[in-house]
């Protein structure tokens, strides 16, 4: 065994952190399997055998947005042809489908509209809980929380109290994208930057909410970016504690605006999902996200340190408009399903993981 891995073994037997010059290392290093081992121990430790999933469903309710990231596919411009907004009934009706099969989770995305006023957002929020209080609803990132403070004229700090009154419930991990601001002006140069996502967050978690972090990998960043993103996540989660789950999203990339940009191989997935477990020592779930790994890929990868499936999803938009072969759903079975033939032991939680 070389000394990266001899190294980097003692560190996960003694809980000891690894510095960025090993991950970048990591990256560099051809052999998967053995960077896999490592993270699969790492997480053995933290989470026994048991694997994580939910069943949630996605309420997508505007593809209108101002932001018009280079990566996304999802976007539209007001006027142009595809684009719509739900009105409040039609979340109602998707909400009620959710409580119908047992859906313990409703996970909105949307994009930043042009028009619609603040109260447009709490009133989706008391909607879907007038449907179903038990409802845990997961909303609006970093991104949006910024934007609903431009709109409204509050702090964030007043966002956030405000939209928890109306029912949210805790935060995605969306618009962190690639933090370090070279990359991101590339990517998305009209979104908040990475430094103001990040203090937002850290607002979100202050203010008593949960939240998830992602990194959208595969487009023009090379390794570097992706140990500085990690870097400043756990330095923040050092802080605060509020992250919940970290989830690398593999880029998509039909339909999208990144010149040379070429998607994802399986090996490049797999790794990252399995350095971030190693690195990422200070958060609890490394969740594999299947709508953008392709169900396979997330399967083996709770060989490569993950230990949490999101979701049934449902209705999904942003990486199917990209070009997304994997499925629109899964079942609560087909889950427990692909859970089980990796050996591990499937385990329903709440979105504050709390076993159902
Ligand atoms: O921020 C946009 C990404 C994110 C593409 O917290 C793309 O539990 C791949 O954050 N290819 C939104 N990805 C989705 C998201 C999410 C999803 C599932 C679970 C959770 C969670 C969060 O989607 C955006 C962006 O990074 N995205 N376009 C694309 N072409
Ligand atoms: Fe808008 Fe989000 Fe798409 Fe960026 S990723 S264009 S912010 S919907």
Redesign the pocket.
Known sequence: MNSLFASIKEKVASNTRISDDEALALFESPDLLAIGELAAEANRRKNGDRVYFNVNR?INYTNLCVNR?R????SKEAGEAGEYTLALEQIAAKAREAAAVGATEI?T?GGLHPDLPFEFYLEMLQTIKKVEPKLHI?AF?A?EIDYFSQISGLTVEEVIATLGEAGLGS???????ILGQEVRERICPEKISGERWLEVTEKVHRAGFK??????F?HLEAYPDRVEHLRLLRELQDRSGGFQ?F?P????????R?PGAKGVGGVDALKTLAISRLYLDNFKHI?A?W??LGVKIAQTALCFGVNDL??T?VEEK??H????DAPQAMSRGDIQKLIRQAGRVPVERDTLYNEI
Do not use: R, W
């Open positions: 996605h990231c990566f996304c596919a999802f996970h995305v997961k990132t991104v935060l995605p991990g969306g618009g962190a994208e939240s998830n972090a992602t990194m959208l595969g789950a989830i999203l593999a880029f998509q990339p039909d339909n999208t990144v969740k996200y709508v953008m999101d979701g999803v942003i990486g408009d990209a070009g997304a």
